[in-house]
């Protein structure tokens, strides 16, 4: 999703790549095939033998950093888009040159709504693949914290692979991420290490140390040293908090305020669900941990991230995988919010209200008692939102979409699950209809309105009954009978 304010610092920054000799010298550039809150995507041809590559020039120097030390890490994993080398000098962009891989899983979904359809052996194959994929991640402690289905890039060969890594995080202990205070601390200690592009796996610390020690280096030559990649990080941290108070939804600070702490006053007042809702401004804890709870995407961001939740765990994915799988099973999604109020009043609206009975310590959320909404006497349940769905295939789902994050299934649990080991088992990759291109990225920007009234008609939130959509001159208001 781009705001206004990165369109702006894509479109100043995105002919930079152009001018880099490093680059063009090595890659020939064509057109621009993406951008995103942070980033230009290019395809590109290596000159000396056309094999495909994506350029992504990266505007943010903590996204950039994310990105490579998580792809560095899982360099090994086929489910993971490859990084092939990196160019990263002082006063420029990172520049990551990828595997090109050129559709998604949204434009997948989008084709099948088309009136494809999808079996349940396509199905299937999908869902392992992003297993394999998010399995990798968290046997390296890696926590991606954006995974939606335009995050999942696919092969002309039906290969999916894990992207967008710009706010992975490597987790130290279960509940906590290394932050930039943390690289700040281990710097003064850690060894300097050779400058070259690994070939090999890197350990989970050494590829942190790769990129704090090194600084941005590339063909074996140092480009920043550390006191000016620290003083870099420590300016560039100032300037993302001021910025959090313009985008919330694209801006991703460790260690700054919670979602709806940041929501504005009339973000508040526009709120569709005000009439069902109180919130108190002053309420909750002064001290949050040393994570964001404004990873993700809205639709796809796990209830304890939407209270505020600063020392959440893998199982922030794990949510977002159960809204994935939901999504190839009905072609929507599953939880179309429009704001973080709303997004919470859709899942309650679904799975019940958030109690101490469904997750302990769930009244510790930093936000939890910002907000209280009404009494759902009568949850839709799951099943509501996948009918024609087999009890199986609801059970995957109720395994991932638990409010305890405890109780979540885990990526290697549901690789073994019964459902994915029957008949029909997944049909061979090679079997999967893959989409020739890619939908454009604003038509496929879950939180945008426009997104929700169009597939309104259709909706599984037809179903329901009672929901209410009406126009309003800033969007729309929903209001849950
Ligand atoms: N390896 C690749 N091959 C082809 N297209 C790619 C590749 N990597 C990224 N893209 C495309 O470029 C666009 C932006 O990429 P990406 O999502 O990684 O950037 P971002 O700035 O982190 O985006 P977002 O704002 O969605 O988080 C997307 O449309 C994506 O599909």
């Known amino acids: 999703m781009s705001s206004p304010t990165t369109t702006t610092r894509s479109n100043t920054k995105s002919w930079s790549i152009y001018g880099r000799r490093e680059i063009t010298s090595k890659y020939d550039i064509k057109e621009r095939i993406g951008s995103g809150a942070y980033s230009d995507v290019y395809r590109a041809l290596r000159r000396s033998d056309g094999f495909p590559v994506a350029l992504k020039e990266i505007h943010d120097y903590q996204s950039a950093f994310r990105e490579i030390e998580a792809l560095q890490t899982l360099h090994n994993s086929p489910n993971v888009v490859v990084l092939h080398e990196y160019f990263w000098r002082e006063d420029e962009d990172a520049v990551l040159v990828l595997e090109y891989l050129r559709t998604d899983l949204a434009s997948v979904i989008k084709e099948a709504k088309r009136g494809s359809g999808m079996s349940v052996g396509e199905i299937k194959r999908w869902m392992v693949q992003i297993l394999l994929g998010v399995d990798a991640c968290h046997r390296n402690s890696i926590v991606h914290r954006d995974l939606k289905p335009s995050n999942l890039l696919i092969s002309d060969d039906g290969v999916l692979k894990l992207a967008d890594f710009g706010q992975a995080r490597i987790l130290l202990e279960p509940g906590f991420v290394r932050s930039v205070d943390d690289l700040q601390h281990h710097e003064q200690n850690a060894p300097t290490q050779d400058n070259s592009f690994p070939s090999e796996q890197p350990e989970v610390i050494t590829a942190v140390d790769d990129l704090r020690d090194q600084a941005r280096v590339n063909q074996g030559q140092v480009i920043v040293n550390k006191e000016e990649f620290l003083r870099d990080m420590v300016e560039q941290k100032a300037k993302s908090s001021a910025m959090d108070d313009l985008d919330k939804d694209s801006n991703i600070h460790d260690g700054d305020i919670s979602c709806l702490a940041t929501c504005t006053t009339s973000e508040m007042e526009d709120d569709p669900l005000k009439g069902s809702y109180t919130y108190e401004p002053d309420g909750g804890e002064g001290s949050y941990g040393p994570l964001t709870s404004c990873v993700g995407t809205r639709w796809f961001r ?176 929903i209001r849950f009978d």
């Open 302 to 477: 796990a209830p304890e991230l939407l209270y505020g939740s600063t020392n959440y765990g893998m199982e922030v994915d794990l949510w977002s995988l159960g809204c994935i799988f939901a999504e190839l099973f009905s072609l929507e999604p599953m939880f179309p919010g429009t704001s973080d109020i709303d997004q919470l009043a859709r899942i309650f609206n679904v799975l019940g209200n958030l109690t101490e009975e469904t997750f302990p310590g769930c009244s510790k959320l930093p936000d939890y008692k910002m907000i209280s909404f009404c009494k759902i006497e009568k949850p839709l349940g799951i099943e509501a939102c996948l009918p024609n769905r087999s009890p199986d295939e609801i059970l995957l789902i109720k395994k991932l979409l638990c409010f305890d994050p405890t109780s979540r299934a885990t990526a290697m649990e549901l690789l073994h699950d019964k459902y994915l080991n029957e008949e029909p088992l997944p049909v061979p990759t090679s079997e999967l209809r893959v989409p020739l291109t890619k939908c454009a990225p604003d038509e496929d920007s879950p939180g945008d309105w426009y997104d929700y009234r169009e597939t309104g008609s259709d909706s599984d939130f037809d179903e329901f009954g009672g929901v209410n959509v009406t126009k309003t001159d800033t969007g729309f208001s």
